[in-house]
């Protein structure tokens, strides 16, 4: 790991469902850290806890033990209209399903974060951002489109516009690409590296091994354990496809 | 059992077991719709069951005519004569009446005593019959007590607790006069809750030995049975035209009686019904929300099941066999539950009448309403399921989708339309909130409909029996009774001195300070042609003010050469406004003209009135006074000068208008407030059930939704506020529209109600107690509303927000 400053980190973070019989132990004391401006990539097999950890240090899960902190801040003792402000303002997130509002057009879905975080003063400053950033998507065209009349790869876009608005700092993504044809997913790929190189803190859940390529480390669960970590560099396009046979190769190895 | 049946019983079983919170709520609703179903057609059988039980022990007459004073009694012989073929028998009963203050009794083995004093109908006692009109024992024979001994009316026995060897005390003019208490006595004629009379049965001996000692009106009542096939309203015609026969008194047909006995005590049961067949549209909109959200929950499987070749109408009955669980479920214990509290309603009933006899409609009645419930909810369940037929294996597989290709288009055409219209940009801050709520409501109100729809109901429901038991307790209800809204009211009539009666109490009120304005109005007997020939026709007849305060529904007050007639005389002599009727005073014709239509529901609606001045030879006044100015003004209580004129005067029956009102409508405000009171409890109870269904059903629906919106920042206070602000938005739109409805259209059922009845009210203009029906019914509505929704949205903050985006 560099010696770039740590902006998102768990402690011996757990999390059991006592909804089933006997109870699931999901995630058992991870250890993790996440550098500002890092790319981190999490994969396992399905049901190693993947999704449950991504949801768990974002705070969209209470975990059943341990600590997150973002920024320096402890996020499990916020209460939940505290935690809705941190992801409010220092969040954004992706899902495999686009999950949009379909009362709303595409830039309403857009707007709806930022227009939520801005002041009434503030409220054409944010429009201005959303603007930019759906030109800057490709996604000006589709804009005032139900949500219905638009791709899976413009609505994912559309979904990463959508989790920028905000200016978070740090992009959480699960499984993004998961519902995607391998061409809608380079375009959707392509958009995380740009949001990436413009500095931002992205961690992803992915088990596509052509997708995780595009992060900087690679972390694999079982079993809710991080059982292996790989740092692969920066993503540049002409160094593709043996970064995957690399990774490839790695995750043979822990029985991917 | 086949194992197709199995297969369906299990698919069903597995679903009752995994959706049982709104299966359960489902299946209240249906139990609650059969209960009061059944319920209803169980009391109303019954009621039935028992008068015609009571009808066939006492014998009633088919046509009685009341009156007080002299009469000649060849001339009903002559009569009788006359109309030998349509009579079967007939009798004179005489009977001597006693106010319920000259009544009271003891219990010798405990020393308690009291009095009948507050009873307001007319005690009268009698002999039994021998031919028919016979007073009944509990077990329907006929009784005959021994000298000194008497049985009384079962209001009584009930009322006071009148039980045998009580001692009942009359005072007399020559001193109390004693009798033991044996029993109580069914009386068929007078046995209602709405009848104005009761009837105490001695001994021949008594009869005569209280004759004798003074202090008692005579009165008799002149009755016939009639021939197999005979018409009481023709023989009540000729018998009100034959002249020369008593006629000063009430007149009441054998039709009339069960009128009153069903209106009375049945007036409850129509209620239920009533809110029965409310509760049915709420729970069969319920369903078909279920059903539908069931389709669009589970179109994945159903797409499956139509892909590998389960034919439609299979799948259908796969979804219909767990609802026709459901309504089995409901009819069953609805219909239990209804045994129950049939049993506790028609208790009073068959004390009151008889005990009616069991027999195969007892079974059936409710048995065809539970069936027609049972049959109602499956067939809109197989209705609604058509739309499995409509459902595409691609559509529903891929997209997951219930809407064909061309349905799916035309949604998103309008969608697309609706997100142009629409935008976000206006709002910010927590302002998104309430956007976003409003939004929502309006794209999805097909969704929400069910909300408003079911409060709308619901308000109609609970407010149309409170608004018309508002209406007959208001004061102002008075002017439907056909007289001015005065302070005072005496009715002089049916007595030996009708005139000196009421010549002494205008000449005592008119020099009373106290009072102003005192006017007598006299009821001369006219006859006039109806349909069925020549009708005895009772007209008021006084000097009218200009503004006298009736309300009349057509036309207004008659001048000279003008009569106004009550809408049952209307419709009885066939005549509106401004046409001519002719009147016999006598054998002298008068051709008067119609003047107005008014409303009145006294003398069973048959009433009329005239200009002009009559002060002696009526057949009977009312008077009427107001409070002078200071005493009006000072909100002084007319009760005590009553009072005092009641006791100066105890045959003019002088009472404040008001309690004129209130003892003649008791009955009927009784029965209402009974049913408001059922309605009120089962439509707030029904209310909470359904917003909590269709909550639940929302929720779930809107999870992904609610996922995406807690990912972007919206706290679970938030969320729970739009939901909320939904909710509420919904159930307030509904709860007004049903209380301008009930304001509104309800008022024009409560009259063809009304009207059907034959009570003398054709058009009934509400009054609303305002606080009630305007204030504290809608709140208790919100109230209900919000208390489902708080239960309902309570595990919102506490749940794992990433399992709404994951499931």
Redesign the interface.
């Known amino acids: 790991m560099n010696q770039a400053a740590v902006t998102l980190e768990s402690h011996e973070l757990s999390k059991t469902y006592f909804s089933t019989e006997p109870p699931t132990e999901v995630l058992r004391g991870i250890d993790l850290s996440v550098r500002a401006g890092e790319f981190l990539v999490v994969m396992g097999t399905s049901g190693s806890g993947k999704?449950?950890l991504l949801?768990s240090i974002?705070g969209?899960?209470?975990p059943t033990s341990g600590s997150v902190t973002l920024e320096g801040r402890e996020l499990t003792s916020l209460g939940?209209?505290e935690?809705?402000?941190v992801?409010?303002?220092r969040?954004g997130?992706v899902?495999q399903?686009p999950?949009?509002?379909?009362?709303?057009?595409v830039r309403?879905n857009i707007?709806?974060?930022a227009?939520?975080?801005?002041?009434?003063h503030?409220?054409e400053a944010?429009?201005s951002r959303v603007d930019a950033l759906m030109e800057r998507f490709g996604i000006a065209p589709v804009r005032?489109?139900?949500i219905?009349?638009v791709s899976g790869g413009q609505l994912q876009r559309a979904s990463i516009c959508?989790a920028l608005a905000?200016e978070p700092s740090v992009l959480f993504a699960d499984e993004p690409t998961g519902a995607l044809n391998s061409s809608k997913t380079a375009e959707v790929m392509d958009a995380f590296t740009e949001v990436h190189r413009g500095g931002t803190t992205i961690v992803m859940v992915t088990h596509d091994p052509g997708v995780a390529v595009r992060g900087e480390r690679v972390i694999y669960l079982r079993d809710g354990a991080v059982v292996a970590a790989r740092e692969i560099g920066r993503w540049e396009p002409d160094t593709a496809h043996r970064r995957e046979d690399v990774l490839l190769a790695w995750l043979r190895d822990l029985g991917f | 059992m086949e194992n197709e049946e199995r297969l369906y019983l299990r698919y069903a079983y597995n679903d009752l077991v995994k959706n049982k919170g709104i299966n359960a709520a489902l299946v209240v609703t249906l139990v609650l719709s059969a209960f009061l179903m059944a319920t209803g057609s169980m009391v109303l059988e019954r009621l039935a069951g028992s008068i015609s039980r009571l009808s066939e022990q006492g014998k009633p007459p088919d046509l009685l005519q009341m009156h007080k004073g002299e009469y000649d009694p060849a001339a009903l012989t002559r009569f009788a004569a006359d109309h030998e073929s349509e009579i079967d028998a007939w009798l004179v009963e005489e009977m001597l009446g006693y106010d319920s203050a000259s009544l009271s009794w003891s219990r010798p083995g405990t020393g308690e005593t009291g009095d009948l004093a507050a009873s307001r109908i007319d005690n009268l006692f009698v002999t039994q019959n021998t031919e028919f009109d016979f007073l009944v024992d509990r077990t329907g024979a006929v009784v005959e007590p021994a000298a000194g001994e008497v049985y009384v009316p079962v209001l009584y026995q009930k009322q006071y607790g009148l039980t045998t060897g009580d001692v009942l005390t009359i005072r007399t003019a020559s001193g109390p006069h004693q009798l033991e208490v044996r029993g109580e006595v069914k009386d068929a004629q007078m046995g209602a809750s709405l009848s104005p009379s009761s009837r105490f049965l001695i001994h021949p001996e008594d009869f005569e030995a209280l004759g004798r000692a003074g202090g008692a009106t005579p009165e008799i009542i002149v009755e016939y049975r009639l021939a197999a096939g005979g018409d009481a309203n023709a023989m009540q015609t000729a018998y009100e035209g034959a002249g020369g026969l008593p006629t000063n008194g009430q007149v009441v047909t054998g039709p009339q009686l069960r009128i009153i006995s069903m209106i009375g005590d049945g007036l409850v049961a129509f209620a239920l019904v009533f809110v029965s067949l409310v509760l049915i549209a709420i729970a069969l909109l319920n369903l078909r929300f279920v059903i539908r959200g069931t389709l669009e929950d589970e179109v994945h499987e159903i797409g499956a099941m139509k892909a590998i070749g389960i034919p439609d109408r299979e799948i259908s009955r796969l979804y219909l066999t767990k609802y026709s669980i459901l309504a089995v479920v409901g009819c069953v214990v609805g219909g239990l539950l209804a045994i129950i509290a049939a049993n506790l309603l028609t208790q009073g009933i068959q004390t009151n009448y008889a005990q009616a006899p069991v027999g195969v409609w007892t079974f059936l009645v409710p048995l065809i309403a539970l069936a027609a419930v049972y049959l109602i909810v499956v067939g809109i369940c197989r209705g609604v399921l058509r739309g499995v037929r409509r459902i595409e294996v691609v559509n529903a597989l891929v997209h997951g989708s219930t809407l064909d290709e061309k349905q799916a288009a035309r949604r998103?055409r309008q969608?697309?339309r609706?997100?142009?219209r629409?935008?976000?940009?206006s709002?910010?801050?927590a302002g998104?909130n309430r956007r976003?709520a409003l939004?929502?409501l309006r794209?999805?109100g097909r969704a929400w409909v069910l909300l408003p729809v079911v409060f709308g109901l619901t308000a109609v429901l609970i407010t149309l029996p409170a608004n018309m038991v508002s209406t007959f307790e208001d004061p102002r209800f008075v002017t439907y009774m056909g007289v001015p809204e005065r302070d005072l009211r005496a009715d002089v009539q049916f007595q030996e001195d009708v005139d000196g009666v009421k010549d002494r109490l205008v000449a005592a009120m008119a020099d009373d300070d106290r009072l102003t304005d005192v006017r007598s109005y006299a009821y001369v007997d006219y006859t006039a042609d109806s349909e069925d020939g020549p009708a005895r026709l009772r007209v008021e007849v006084g000097n009218r003010p200009d503004d006298e305060g009736i309300r009349f529904s057509q036309g207004g007050l008659p001048r000279d050469g003008q009569i106004a007639l009550s809408v049952l005389n209307a419709d009885k002599y066939g005549v509106g406004v401004g046409d001519e009727l002719t009147i016999h005073d006598g054998d002298k014709p008068i051709t008067v003209q119609v003047s107005g239509i008014y409303q009145d529901i006294t003398s069973g609606g048959q009433t009329a009135k005239m200009s002009g001045e009559v002060t002696e030879g009526a057949a009977a006044y009312t008077v009427f006074a107001d409070l002078a100015g200071d005493l009006a003004d000072g909100g002084a209580d007319p009760g005590g000068i009553a009072d005092e004129y009641d006791e100066q005067f105890p045959t003019a029956g002088v009472k404040p208008t008001q309690e004129y009102v209130r003892e003649t409508m008791a009955v009927l405000t009784d029965s209402m407030r009974g049913a408001a009171w059922v309605a009120l409890v089962f439509g707030l109870g029904v209310v909470v059930l359904i917003t909590s269904l269709f909550l639940k059903l929302r929720l779930a629906r809107d999870r992904?939704?609610m996922?995406?919106?807690?990912?972007?920042?919206?706290?679970?206070?938030?969320l729970v506020g739009q939901v909320r602000t939904k909710t509420l938005l919904a159930v307030a739109a509904g709860t007004a529209a049903g209380v301008v409805f009930a304001a509104t259209a309800g008022q024009s059922l409560a009259s063809a109600a009304l009207t059907a009845v034959q009570l003398g009210i054709t058009d009934l203009t509400f009054i609303p107690n305002p606080w009630l029906v305007y204030v504290l019914y809608p709140l208790l509505l919100l109230g209900a509303g919000y208390f489902g929704v708080a239960v309902l949205t309570s595990g919102v903050?506490r749940a794992?927000?990433?399992?709404w985006?994951?499931r």
């Open positions: 999704s449950t949801y974002s969209m899960d209470r939940d209209t935690m809705s402000k992801r409010l303002t969040m997130f899902f399903q999950h949009f509002l379909s009362n709303l057009n309403d707007l709806l974060p227009l939520k975080a801005a002041p009434r503030g409220r944010a429009i005032s489109h139900g219905t009349q959508r905000g | 998103a969608r697309a609706w997100v142009r629409t935008g976000l940009a709002s910010s801050g998104v976003l939004l929502d794209a999805e992904s939704t996922g995406v919106l807690s990912a972007i920042g919206f706290a679970a206070q938030e903050r794992d927000k990433s399992e985006i994951r």
